[in-house]
């Protein structure tokens, strides 16, 4: 999905003004328009309608990053931008699949199709975004289900590559589809969407080579509309907590900032090794055990540990990050559940502060935006996603959202980055059928 200057009807000539670029609304009319495109480019692609069209949403983090892998408490949502698959099961082994959305072959990614047995899939054997979805189907029949062939097309309304887990709607769009055509009965229930979710976890992790946490598959397939997801991700049991935005007279503006993020280019993996490593030192079995009150005396026990004060440092500054976001977690849903979401501002700085100086998995980019959005008068800002370039959202006035927006274009403009791209984040629903 690419931005362009008119997605929001009140703001569009302000916006061309102030070259304020807004990714279109993921509206009903838009949803219908890409039902209707992917439908008729499955048809075109095989000569017969799909069985079905199943969509899955990308989400943003409000807070609790870089935690899930650590045992830690997370709280996303669902957006209402969502992956669309339009499938149909094959009564032999063979996956054809097609993106609407990889133009050419040249992208480095594959080429926009992909052709070949699942029972040849395995880890090492698919690159690019065809191993997301190839990946599910493997990963199913690893949990023992059966899963015949596939003929699939994929569009969508997740911006590419923003942090806003397009990854994940990917895969979790494939999942609901293969649950109803496979007869699986599992997207039914929230115990069976999160073995769904653990289905595309191993996916990611196994096919697709990102050894990401599990935070965004939950997202997509657990959420509920007008809530944030708090997740334990200890054992992944969720928490719908009811985020009403529109009643605080707030939004969520999400800033695309277009520089680019990859989670199978091996800082993310370091990161996760770093904090693994840790917990191995502390004789811990997650890093969300050590509880605030234990931070010093671990990191202190950590120091000790280490010979190489550099390396020791570092180690230990991610710590810290961990330990002091799940804190923020904590505290973020206590201000929430006693109706003061407006309250949450600091807590997002806070948030952002971490991890561009203790975890270290910031971009100028990202600064930019945090810093332009509270200097506009945002009453927080942080990174969300991985890292290293995607988006980070705003917690903002209702009426100062369009402001905001220019603020951070025209920061992004006098330091010569790349045009950032807007879109509003609403709690949505999760996985379904369309
Ligand atoms: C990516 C991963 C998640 C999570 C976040 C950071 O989105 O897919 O599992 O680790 O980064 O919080």
Known sequence: MTPGTTGQEESKEESQEQDVRWYPDADDAARAVTVERVTNAFTEAYGHAPAGVWAAPGRVNVIGEHVDYNGGLCLPFALPHRTYVALSPRDDDQARIGSAQVPDADNGQGGPRWEGALGRVAPGTVDGWAAYVVGVPWALREAGHTV??????????????????????????????????????????DEGRARLAGACVRAENDIAGAPTGGMDQAASLRSREGAALLIDCRDFSVRHVPFDLAAAGLELLVVDTRAHHA?????????????????????????????????????????????????ADEIARRVRHVVTEIDRVRQTVELIDAGALAGVGPLLDASHASLRDDYEVSAVELDVACEAAVGAGALGARMTGGGFGGSAIALVRREDTERVAEQVAAAFAAKGLAAPAFLRAVPSAPAGRV
């Open 148 to 189: 015949a062939g596939l003929d699939a097309v994929v569009d969508g309304l997740v911006p590419l590559g923003a942090g806003l887990s397009s990854s994940a709607a990917l895969e979790c769009a494939v999942a609901v589809a293969l649950d109803e055509v496979a007869g699986l009965g599992l997207a039914g229930s």
């Open 263 to 311: 989670l199978t280019d091996g800082q993310y993996g370091s990161r996760r090794e770093a904090c693994e490593r840790a917990a191995a030192l502390l004789g811990v079995r997650w890093l969300a055990e050590i509880a605030p009150a234990d931070l010093d005396g671990s990191l202190q026990r950590l120091r000790g540990a280490v010979d190489d004060p550099e390396e």
